[in-house]
């Protein structure tokens, strides 16, 4: 047996490294560790609740909305309102806007340039590939790049700024738009659509949603998406990295009539509700102290010996004791849209990517119908007079997953503030009864050639979950 | 390498036309507040003058900086940018991962030693030797250490790299270190924001490609050309405050007219930084004109000075014009005495301005 340190991943948000033990030219086990801490749960203590507003989404410059929302919607049930409806549909189109710039960003800024490596040279798709994502260059991520810089005019206008955007409040947004501004971000998403259907899917969205079957999918030639499908079968990628099978989503964009994409959870075929109080942040082989805790009762203190044993700044949240994968193809799966459902028990690389474009044309279509909706006569944002004791908990779905913020204030100051991202769910290391993360798991059984010191494999698995190690931690 | 390829060989190479390029030659001129008569000068510059190397380094960040700069505003501006700089190493965006990529990086220390630029996102941390920041196998700080050694200057990206930023929040558990408290012998452009406005971002980066020097920068070492100006004296709701017109609750019926959000905790009269100039997102907007205030992210402390929902008041360091209610009820009552109040608050405000120089020259 040896032992393979992989690291520092590039093209992923953040540091990661991870130790592998590989046997007979296989991974037979594998060690993720997050090497950055900034103890944001820390500072929180002791300042004003509404601080968090600003400071939660400074953890995280790529989901910095989703921080933002899962914040106020803490704040929010901290005060046990709701926001004005017509705000929080403005908060759901800025959401959306921020998860599918990340999962474009993520197909073409840092999956896909993975096949562009001389170690394919020689395929037949290799060229084409080569011209579409050569890091840095390709001719896909410079469109994607304007693509996605001309949608976050989106937010731009609703949200003043991104990323940090200061817009979402508990009780709505700040942002008013105007039936201008209606017209403007209505041509904005229909230059977004035609970004999708020329370039990424080669086809309209709706006939890719319309997708059912596994056999469908691997139908589907044209695009980046074909170009992706045909390469993961060729490569032999498509079917690595399987997961366990368990999927969760806290239910994503809330709206005054529910969560566009609701919550729940896949467990190889049984769907259930999400058991929030069956949450625990587990610490067993993290360089924490304390005990395995609720996020509601839990604290953040670092091991500054950074034990033996231990070997990561990151907790291990489970859920009824047990690991979940959470993203793009969680989502879908636990939504129940037929494709999704197709792909969950294959769960490996292909799955998670594929699923990832197909909540993109989803999503897409989801904006339209938002945009729709919104009536600028109505109020965006209602009063909300925080208690000056008190708990909350807000939960959303980041691009990558499950997010979750609890917040406990005393005398008017954060007496408690836990985070649970959805990285610390998938890069979670070891728990006390030895089970590996969602990612370590799935990384067992990955081909490692002869010679290999950074295993292309173990590359194309850890991107397929689209790690955000900056959030991972906090 | 002997010859190193020139700024527009490599545009060229990027499949930049001619004329694209010119254009971008006019942009940098007008972003950076030059006369069109600077244009044939920056085109022969960039012609002419071999490429400046960059190494892109991310400590303790979020990548938000990155992210502001891959969005910058005009298409052209970014791609000619990014393929001028080819950021001959950055851990984000770059091809190479693990080793390969740490090989890289030395590479280019060897390759253009003494010459390069090294752009840093994020601060390293200090506490327990670094151990919060580990980047292949080491501290943060020393990959910083080391690759500032042969560097010709150094440009701090954003508040994290400037000032700490959120992270070195009391008690800043990490003990998070702005990049100029740890590289004392290097000259140190700090581009604060968090992140940055990425015309900003571009525009200093073209400005030190093409001369060749640094810009001017101001005490705290911010360039004079984007950070010597209060968002509030450019601030398209200026007209409102200084009527006495303010936002007193979120959507009320001032919030859609668009009045001032001094009483909503804004941080413009306080914060030097180009947001009411340059915008944000190719220029569509910015967070006051988003019906937010100001939170100051491009100052120093911002993070740890009470709520951002509480208003600036008697503010002594910088001079606020004055206190927002005081001018209100002038206005509201008799407007000859308003102005004069107004006038009188403004000779102050400079009296205030001239000590705090004579106090930070000191």
Known sequence: ????????????????????????GAVS??????????????????????DALTITPRICGICSISQSAAAALA????????????????????????????????????????????????????????????????????RAIEARADLLHVVGMLGGKWPHTLAIQPGGVTRTPTARDLIRIGASLQAFRRYLEAQTFGGKLEDFIALGTVQQLEAWTTGDAG???????????????????????????????????????WDNGAEAPVDFAAIREDISHAWMLGEAAHPSAGATVPDEMMREGAYSWCKAPRLQGR????????????????????????????????????????TQIEMERLLRDIRPEARFMDQVILPKDGAGVGVVEAARGALGHWITVKDGAISGYQIIAPTTWNFSPRDAGGTAGPVEAALVGAPVAEGEDTPLSVQHIVRSFDPCMVCTVH | MSQIETFYDVMRRQGITRRSFMKYCSLTAAALGLSPSFVPKIAHAMETKPRTPVIWVHGLECTCCSESFIRAAHPLAKDVVLSMISLDYDDTLMAAAGHAAEAALEETIQKYKGNYILAVEGNPPLNEDGMFCITGGK????????AAKDAKAIISWGACASYGCVQAAKPNPTQATPVHKVITDKPIIKVPGCPPI????TGVITYMLTFDRLPELDRQGRPAMFYSQRIHDKCYRRPHFDAGQFVEAWDDEHARKGYCLYKMGCKGPTTYNACSTIRWNEGVSFPIQSGHGCIGCSEDGFWDQGSFYDRVTDLTQFGVEANADKIGLTAAGVVGAGVAAHAAVSALKAAQRKTQDKKEEA
């Not at chain 1, 992989?6 to 007979?24: K, S, W």
């Not at chain 1, 969760?248 to 964009?253: E, I, V």
Request: glycine share 12%.
């Open chain 1, 1 to 24: 047996m040896t032992t393979l340190l992989v690291g520092p991943f590039n093209r992923v948000e953040g540091d990661l490294e991870i130790r592998l033990e590989v046997q007979d």
């Open chain 1, 227 to 265: 170009l992706f499908l045909r390469v993961a079968e060729a490569t032999g990628t498509g079917a690595m990295g399987r997961g366990t099978g368990r999927y969760l989503s806290f239910g994503a964009y809330p709206l005054p009539e529910g969560r566009v994409f609701k919550g729940g959870t």
């Open chain 1, 75 to 142: 704040l929010a049930d901290l005060a046990g309102v709701q926001p004005a409806p017509e705000g929080a549909k403005v908060a759901a189109l800025l959401h959306m806007i921020e998860n599918v710039s990340d999962h474009m960003a993520h197909f073409n800024l840092f999956f896909m340039p993975d096949y562009a490596r001389a170690a394919y040279a020689g395929a037949d798709w290799h060229q084409t590939v080569l011209e579409r994502f050569t890091a840095g260059q390709g001719s896909a991520l410079r």
């Open chain 2, 198 to 201: 990425a015309e900003v971002m």
């Open chain 1, 29 to 50: 086990a594998a060690y993720t560790n997050s090497p950055l801490f900034r103890g944001f749960e820390r500072m929180m203590l002791g300042k004003g609740p509404l």
């Open chain 1, 323 to 362: 690991t979940f994968e959470t993203g793009a193809l969680a989502r879908q799966i636990v939504v129940g849209h037929p494709l999704a459902r197709a792909l969950a028990a294959e769960g490996g690389v292909r799955a998670r990517v594929a699923g990832r474009l197909l909540e993109l044309a989803l």
């Open chain 2, 139 to 146: 501290p943060f700080v020393e990959k910083l250490r080391h």
